[in-house]
């Protein structure tokens, strides 16, 4: 039996000979560097991939994927990522993506233990306390944890907002849009939350830094 992770470099070869043949300098062209456009933040989930779902190809989406899409302000790993996507490949776009159905999400609406995760879980229950409001108003479990995906999105996109990184590019008039999305796992579409968060003043005032 084939072992799965074969399975991948026999895939890997056949993609190389394809993209040769639709053009001998595919790979000639995409080592010079790359130039992208976009910034994807995305679950891990590993049913929503960045570039298919997009139809983007290698070279146009810059991407960082953690569980459930999290913009936390203390991960080095998130912000090298922005720092380098907005200040040196200058990204004309940064986007939260979230997913209906996103486990993390589901798990942080639960009281459950899952070990280590219940830290990374923890930024996720602060959004619920900042929307509990309007989401205990919710009955269906259903209803209430797709709404909870959309505000944790929202709060991720001013997340976003608040690190210096983008405050920086905005005071510099560097052409710099955050989105705010969802994709439903269930059709495959894309829905746009059109978050407003495109300048400080989207910000409240204790998060507008000074130059
Ligand atoms: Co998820």
Redesign the pocket.
Known sequence: MEKSYRKLLNNNKKWVVKQLKANPTYFEDLAKGQNPEYLWIG???SR?PANQITGTQPGEMFVHRN???MVVHSDMNMLSVLSYAVEVLKVKHVIVC??Y?????KAAMGNKQFGLIDNWLRHIKDVYRLHHEELDAIEDTEQRGRRFVEVNVMEQVLDLGKTTIIQNAWRNNQPLHVHGWVYDINDGIIKDLNVNCTCLEDLHAIYQFEE
């Open positions: 679950c891990s989930d929503v569980i459930a899409n979230g997913h159905g996103c486990g993390g999400v």
